[in-house]
């Protein structure tokens, strides 16, 4: 009874005195503080090359379609670290025609984070039939965290040859008219049925007997005007060289190498999109046209902090060997178009040299109907570095001889092998996109937290809280009623 009653006691006491620690809606003092995040993304899409091909009945026969559409090398990579890891890459080697006829081209490779984080093809294989051939390289997607530094996501497709033919009767209905119509103008046959372009020989040729009369009297020039005939002279040379292959060839489209990369980087804060795609060879209509090479390159990488942010584009502008190499001229907005000859030759004579080139460049951007939308390269970077895109735009190449469609020197004969809405050949050429984005992202405010407040000495300014002060007062209660009740 001793002990109870001095528990009751000490108890009334602390409540009349207000020093018993009770608990209640205290001063709130901030918790600890949340982590600022940092978010990043990264995007990248490449495509090597989209060819279309309108074929002439005969050939339409051959090859069993009268269009082939047909994409080679495509890659994506995506990544990102808001809420959940995500990260994947893809690569295809083909979709369309050519992949319906040709099972292993529509072979493909993916990679995801919680998945397959690498996959691989391996290519290797060589097709031969229906007028196709194709030589399919391996493939290869691969993932790892994107929380983490180093290659987050990389992506590879890759063709080794390509070439679309049709049997040896059926291409002669395409390169004949083309054939024809060049060897009037390059005055190499009698036909006398095509005159109004048989002007680029003449003024060739008197370009070039103009030069060789300079060359015989002065020594001063001999270099440049012997280079200039050299060029001149090769160009009808290689032409006519050509149109006799013509006569020879099943290739409609050929390419050597066809190769599409895409790779995600992270090191700290900065993300890097890096796509690249190359072509080598393409050769069209049996050499008629033949690019060595086109590569289009797009990066874009931020850091989140200012001047950071960075995105570069390399857009396709690439040189085009005419006739087998006879020629090498720019392909850009206007066609094809072979550079003045003129340069370092006295100016009399430069208008001469530079009215052939124009003759030539003439005849192959009419006759052989070639025309080109050149894909332009487009950067936009954020002055904070949270962002940065860099885009290649897609460089269409058009070769569509109008005498396809039954047109001669603008002139319609009503002889057509195609209709007027149709291309012949069209490839669109080498895009490439990449994104990036790194930001910090500050946490949110911390909540208001419950701490223990002790009471005033008073003891009536802040509440217990129900079950404990009626279990502390009911004990002071009772042992006050012993007390009592002893005493008495």
Do not use: C, W
Request: aromatic residues 0%; proline residues 5%.
């Amino acid at each position: 009874m001793a002990v109870q009653g001095r528990v009751g006691r000490l108890t009334a006491l602390a409540l009349a005195t207000g020093t018993l620690v009770a608990a209640g809606a205290g001063i709130a003092s901030p918790a600890t503080a949340a982590a600022d995040t940092r978010q990043m993304t990264a995007d990248g899409v490449g495509s090597a090359l989209t060819i279309t091909i309108n074929l002439p009945t005969a050939a339409a026969a051959a090859l069993g379609t009268s269009q082939i559409v047909q994409s080679i090398s495509l890659t994506t990579g995506k990544v990102s670290t808001v809420g959940l890891p995500v990260a994947t890459s893809g690569a295809v080697l083909g979709t369309g025609t050519l992949s319906d006829l040709i099972k292993p081209l529509s072979t493909r490779t993916q990679a995801a984070l919680g998945a397959k984080l690498e996959d691989t093809s391996p290519g290797l294989l060589d097709y031969n039939a229906n007028g196709v051939k194709v030589s399919v390289l391996p493939l290869s997607s691969k993932v790892a965290n994107p929380t983490v530094d180093g290659v987050l996501a990389k992506s590879s497709s890759a063709v080794a040859k390509v070439s679309i033919s049709a049997p040896l009767s059926a291409a002669k209905s395409i390169t004949a008219p083309v054939q024809e119509l060049l060897n009037t103008a390059l005055a190499t046959t009698t036909t006398t049925s095509n005159t109004a372009v048989a002007t680029v020989a003449d003024t060739v040729n008197d370009a070039i007997a103009t030069l060789n009369g300079t060359a015989s009297q002065t020594t001063a020039v001999t270099a440049p005007v012997q280079a200039a005939v050299d060029s001149l002279t090769s160009t009808l040379t290689g032409l006519t060289n050509t149109l006799n292959s013509l006569s020879a060839t099943t290739d409609l489209v050929s390419l050597d190498a066809v190769t599409s990369d895409q790779l995600i980087t992270r090191k700290g804060n900065v993300m890097t999109s890096d796509v690249t795609n190359t072509i080598k060879n393409l050769s069209v209509l049996g050499g008629l046209v033949k690019v060595n090479a086109i590569t289009s390159q797009a990066t874009a990488s931020a850091g989140g902090a200012p001047g950071t942010a960075k995105a570069v584009t390399n857009a396709p502008v690439f040189k085009v060997d005419i006739a087998d190499g006879a020629l090498t001229a720019l392909l850009d907005q206007n066609g094809l178009n072979v550079n003045a000859l003129g340069t370092g030759l006295p100016p009399a004579l430069q208008g001469t040299v530079n009215g052939a080139v124009t003759a030539v460049n003439g005849l192959l951007n009419t006759v052989a109907g070639v025309n080109v939308e050149i894909g332009k390269g487009q950067t936009v970077t954020s002055p904070d570095g949270t962002s940065a895109v860099a885009d290649v735009a897609t460089t269409v190449l058009t070769v569509d001889p109008p005498v396809l469609h039954g047109i001669v020197a603008g002139v319609p004969t009503g002889v057509a092998l195609l209709p007027a809405g149709k291309k012949f050949i069209e490839i669109k050429l080498v895009s490439a996109n990449a994104a990036a984005t790194s930001r910090l992202v500050a946490a949110p405010p911390a909540a208001p937290s419950v701490t223990p407040t002790a009471l005033p000495r008073t003891g009536g300014a802040l509440p217990l809280t129900g079950a404990v002060a009626t279990l502390l007062v009911g004990a002071a209660l009772v042992a006050r009623r012993r007390r009592t009740a002893i005493a008495d």
